[in-house]
């Protein structure tokens, strides 16, 4: 999982070099799978897997949430910085940890309880100040929490359909469904047109990056959730936020503000909760 988090990191650094390059939300999550599906469907016959899902309705709510989580994923990365994003997306291990009981029928614990508030006072201390300064408009810090709560149930749904599929194939199916449902919307709003205005250099290198560092991160992620509790699991995605820091510093020269470091450390503290109560 840890390897998932840096591979997601880096796929989310390069997706936003390319959003304030002009890439439409669309082409961004275009590109980002479809140039991934080869290698899946290969990996997949390498290993004799059909690709008949056995949990069909399953594999296609998983598929449809990761659409979701991605797309407004892409579209807040627009207006945040890689930090500011990778904090608000630590609601994610939360929301997981609040709906595995249900999704899942995994025991309750009492710890989430007491991560529950620590998660949402790190929230608001990034947000609030940042909507007031105008450095996070409310559209980007609602994406960003929309996007936590999809790769929440969307990750939920991975534990649940690799019970009866192998993690290849639903890596799949989640790959085919966002590649054709970017593209259709893309062409109806006309989009793809716009990689024109860019060099064939620099969109060859995003899109490269986006697909591997895309489908690397997935495949890794999936095979955590086939081989442990999903809410343990997920803590491990708040090292993302140290990983976000420094590429922040290093790509845009955007140096934390105190009140982005709080609030993370809130949302760490809040996960170090979970994760010791998972534990115990």
């Known amino acids: 999982m840890f390897a998932a988090t840096a591979s997601f990191v880096a796929m989310q650094a390069v997706v936003k070099a390319a ?32 690709l008949a899902p056995e949990d069909g309705a399953g594999v296609l709510i998983r598929s449809l949430l990761g659409t979701l ?8 990365l627009v207006w945040l ?75 939920m749904w991975v534990r649940k359909t690799t019970a009866s599929d192998p993690p290849d194939r639903v890596v799949f199916y989640f790959a085919l469904v966002v590649s054709v449902l970017s593209l259709v919307i ?19 290198l995003e899109i490269v990056g986006m697909a591997g560092f895309g489908t690397l991160g997935q495949a890794l992620m999936t095979r955590a959730y086939f081989h442990g509790e999903a809410a343990s699991v997920s803590m491990v995605a708040y090292s993302g ?21 709080i609030g993370a450390l809130l949302m760490v503290v809040a996960g170090l909760v979970l994760l010791r109560g998972e534990r115990v």
């Open 19 to 50: 959003r304030l390059g002009g890439m439409d939300t669309t082409e961004v999550m275009f590109f980002r799978t479809a140039p991934g599906l080869p290698v899946l469907w290969l990996s997949l016959r390498k290993k004799g897997h059909g």
């Open 186 to 204: 893309g062409l109806v709003r006309g989009r793809f047109h716009t990689l024109t205005a860019e060099s064939t250099g620099v969109a060859l």
């Open 69 to 76: 989580a991605m797309g407004t994923n892409f579209a807040a």
């Open 81 to 155: 910085t890689l930090a500011q994003f990778s904090t608000l997306s630590l609601a994610q291990p939360i929301f997981v940890a609040l709906a595995a009981p249900l999704v899942l029928r995994e025991p309750t614990r009492r710890h989430v309880i007491l991560a529950m508030p620590l998660a949402i006072a790190g929230a608001l201390t990034l947000i609030l100040p940042g909507i007031e300064s105008r450095s996070m408009p409310p559209i980007a810090a609602a994406l960003a929490i929309a996007s936590a709560l999809f790769s929440a149930f969307a990750q």
């Open 241 to 261: 936020v140290a990983l976000s820091l420094l590429l922040d510093i290093v790509l845009w020269s955007a140096i934390p503000t105190a009140m982005t470091l």
